[in-house]
């Protein structure tokens, strides 16, 4: 078979190699953010291994299967190194970095202690938040505005004084804050251009959310963003205007860690066989903070939207009616503290094989939640900067592997399958390399013969 080259607008022929100091932004600096802070400075001292993180210990294959080229990811491509990330962040509770982690329970005492300098160095600017989209909790760190834009303006000057403060190189953005109130508004005016949004800042139009006001503030500065919660943000249309003008690449939405991560894996299975769908119920129980902010219907809506949203486009119903036409999908969470972050998932799961004969598929995840999220977070700003070194802007749909709902262009379905995703994202990374696409098809081993 011929070698292809593949072109693409906007990719830069030699990419920036990942020099200096990569700071690390987080919105956000609870149980997800401590747990990966915490987490990137133990295994940089040799106290623990990355695992979950597919740029740290994945590796990738170039070439033909019987040329044995598999190197890292994080030796094939330029990626800043874990002793190259300086982590900042906002948050309304004033706790330093450490406070955060052991309040959250994830990482054990004795092992957070060995780190224990490091992150009490890490404490919280004031947040930029509006308790009318995060109900259930209140801090007192908050800056005092008169509107949203002067809100993201003081954003823009914590960035440019972290950079400078800490002598770093680049930027990237993650939210790993609550999960705010659903609001369908995607369509609203005040979204759909850069200047439209600008004027509703600065008239503080009620609609905008505390994580839109940091990611137009990233999005502004050039600094890639990437959204790990349902809420709307970074992918209205006016910020992927302002992404497209500022070379910006943006990545969203809701972390796909646990139970999402396991329907993501089983659908694709039960489709690739044909067997049919009846009903699939998921229920979850959970005690940290993100589970009481859960709590709030409002918020809860957010997150039943993201998490209902999968099966549809991996079962695609519209072709095949006779077994997924029907099919009834619910999905519960619900606050129950003596868990904590441990949380406790079960699915049940209705299928049909031949002649419609009913089957049924038990699944009880007991999961980690932030010890599942810390790996996702780190390849996304790992990965963002590449983006960004690669000359890539806008919504980058090959990190759609990390999300729950991923955010991709408006006449386009979103792709959940994460084997397909896998690929999609394997395929980008030789492309930016200049390295053949692979197809799987394995029929070159056979030509000829
Ligand atoms: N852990 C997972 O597996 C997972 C998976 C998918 C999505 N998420 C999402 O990631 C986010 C973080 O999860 P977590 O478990 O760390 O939650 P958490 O409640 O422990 O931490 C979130 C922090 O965000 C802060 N916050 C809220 N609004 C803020 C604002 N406007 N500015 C700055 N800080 C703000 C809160 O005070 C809190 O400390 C949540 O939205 C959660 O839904 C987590």
């Known amino acids: 078979m011929g070698e292809t080259t593949y072109e693409y607008k906007g990719l830069v022929k030699n990419i920036a190699p990942a020099k200096g100091k990569l700071g690390i932004l987080l919105p956000g600096m609870g149980a997800v953010s401590s747990t990966l802070i915490a987490g990137v400075y133990l295994i940089a001292a040799g106290h623990g291994k990355p695992i979950g993180s597919v740029t740290q210990m994945s590796r990738i294959r170039l070439g033909k299967r019987n040329q044995a080229r598999y190197p890292l990811i994080k030796e094939f491509v330029s990626l800043a190194g874990l002793d190259d990330l300086v982590f900042g962040g906002w948050d309304i509770y004033e706790e330093n970095c450490y406070q955060a982690a052991l309040d959250c329970g ?36 908050q800056k005092k505005t008169a509107n949203k834009m002067e ?37 609203h005016e005040a979204f759909q251009t850069v200047e439209n949004l600008e004027k509703a800042l600065k ?20 600094v890639p963003y990437a959204n790990g919660s349902p809420n709307l943000s970074g992918e209205i249309p006016a910020l992927v205007e302002l992404a497209a003008k500022t070379g910006t690449p943006i990545a969203g939405k809701d ?12 659908a694709p299975g039960l489709k690739a066989r044909m067997l049919g769908l009846r009903g699939w119920f998921s229920s979850n129980i959970l ?13 809860f809506r957010s997150k039943e939207v993201t998490k209902g949203s999968v099966l549809e486009s991996i079962l695609q119903d519209d072709l095949y009616p006779d077994l997924y036409g029907n099919y009834y999908h619910k999905i519960r969470i619900e606050y129950y503290p003596p868990r904590g972050d441990e949380k406790e998932g079960w699915d049940n799961i209705d299928i049909s094989g031949w002649l419609g004969q009913p089957m049924q598929l038990k699944v009880n995840f007991l999961c980690r939640d932030s010890i599942l999220a810390a790996p996702v977070v780190l390849d996304l700003v790992l990965f963002l900067d590449l983006a960004k070194r690669a000359g890539l802007s806008g919504i980058q749909e090959w990190l759609s592997f990390y999300f729950k709902s991923p955010i991709c262009r408006p006449d386009l379905k979103p792709e959940n399958d994460l084997f397909i995703q896998d690929q999609k994202m394997r395929n980008t990374l030789r492309i930016i390399m200049g390295e053949e696409v692979i197809d799987h098809s394995g029929l070159d081993y056979y030509e000829g013969s």
Not at 255 to 266: E, P
Request: with cysteine.
């Open 106 to 141: 994830v990482i054990p005492k004795h092992e957070l202690e060995l780190v224990k300098d490091k992150l009490e160095a890490i404490k919280p600017w004031p947040a930029v938040f509006d308790p009318a989209f995060v109900k259930n909790i209140s801090g007192p760190n």
């Open 203 to 222: 008239e503080n139009l009620e609609i905008i959310p505390p994580s839109m006001v940091y990611a137009y503030a990233a999005i502004r500065m050039g």
């Open 255 to 266: 972390f796909k860690t646990g139970q999402t991560l396991m329907k993501t894996v089983i």
């Open 287 to 299: 005690g940290n903070r993100d589970g009481e902010v859960l709590d709030d219907p409002d918020s």
């Open 151 to 187: 809100a993201a303006e003081l954003l823009m000057r914590d960035m440019e004084n972290f950079k400078k403060d800490n002598q770093l190189d680049r930027l990237v953005m993650c939210w790993c804050g609550s999960t705010e109130v659903y609001q369908d508004k995607m369509n």
